[in-house]
């Protein structure tokens, strides 16, 4: 069964402290793994696809790396608007209609 | 390009009532979603229509939920009767069904709350 872990499940930082978001992946092959944003009362919102291992995909202050196991959200010198929910999901090479499994997420605050 | 469009955005209603969500895809994507988010979760699939049909409808609770997509556009999910426990936001996704990955681009959410 395909398994996805995000930590930390809340992060608080200060406008311009830089950090990462975690995604740990129990996949038989992998076929992707999306990045989404969720603010409060929306739905998600679609950031990155990554395909392989090794690769990395950017956007603004947002870089999102993969590895065989896990895949980082870096965020570079946060503002606050960057403050929302950030989900992972991954997609299996043998799974039916493209069914995508989430992990949790991981709630960021950026204070100014 | 007008996004996934989703109404009613909240809905109170009592245990026991019948509820309706209705569900409008991007336009030319034929693989639509229904997602049901906990708070403080992930969305978990309940069901996936390509085109009319509904290819994948293993999560749906099927004692009490319905879904249609009759002419393969325009969704609605159906509860009924509602219990306390559905209270939930139930999103709907939609994706062009081409391409490996396909993304899945989601609408704003039905926020229901069950009393």
């Known amino acids: 069964e395909d398994q996805v872990t995000q930590s930390p499940e809340a992060l608080r930082l200060q406008e311009g402290e830089s950090s990462s978001l975690n995604c740990s992946y129990t996949v038989s092959g992998l076929r992707g793994l999306f990045w989404y944003r969720q603010d409060p009362g929306k739905g998600p919102e679609f950031l990155f696809t990554l395909y392989s291992a090794g690769e990395e995909k950017e956007k603004e202050r947002l870089k999102a790396t993969l590895t065989k196991k896990e895949s980082f959200l870096h965020i570079t010198a946060p503002k606050p608007e960057d403050s929302a929910t950030y989900l992972c999901?991954?997609?299996?090479?043998?799974?039916?209609?493209?069914?995508?499994?989430f992990g949790g997420g991981t709630r960021v605050l950026v204070k100014p | 390009e007008a996004g996934v469009v989703q109404s009613p955005r909240y809905k109170i209603i009592e245990k026991k009532q019948p509820v309706a969500f209705w569900c409008n895809p991007i336009?030319?994507?034929?693989?639509l979603y229904w997602y049901l988010q906990n708070l403080g979760q992930g969305p978990e699939l309940l069901i996936r229509?390509?085109?009319?049909?509904?290819?994948?409808d293993s999560q749906l609770p099927k004692d009490r939920f319905s879904a249609e997509r009759l002419k393969g556009v325009d969704s609605t999910l159906k509860i009924q009767p509602a219990e306390l426990g559905d209270s939930a936001v139930y999103l709907c996704?939609?994706?062009?069904?081409?391409?490996?990955?396909?993304?899945?681009?989601f609408g704003p959410g039905t926020r229901l709350t069950v009393l």
């Open positions: 996704a939609s994706s062009s069904g081409q391409g490996a990955p396909d993304t899945q681009y």
């Open positions: 999901a991954v997609q299996a090479l043998e799974a039916a209609g493209n069914k995508l499994t």
């Open positions: 336009s030319g994507h034929n693989t």
């Open positions: 229509y390509e085109n009319e049909e509904a290819v994948d």
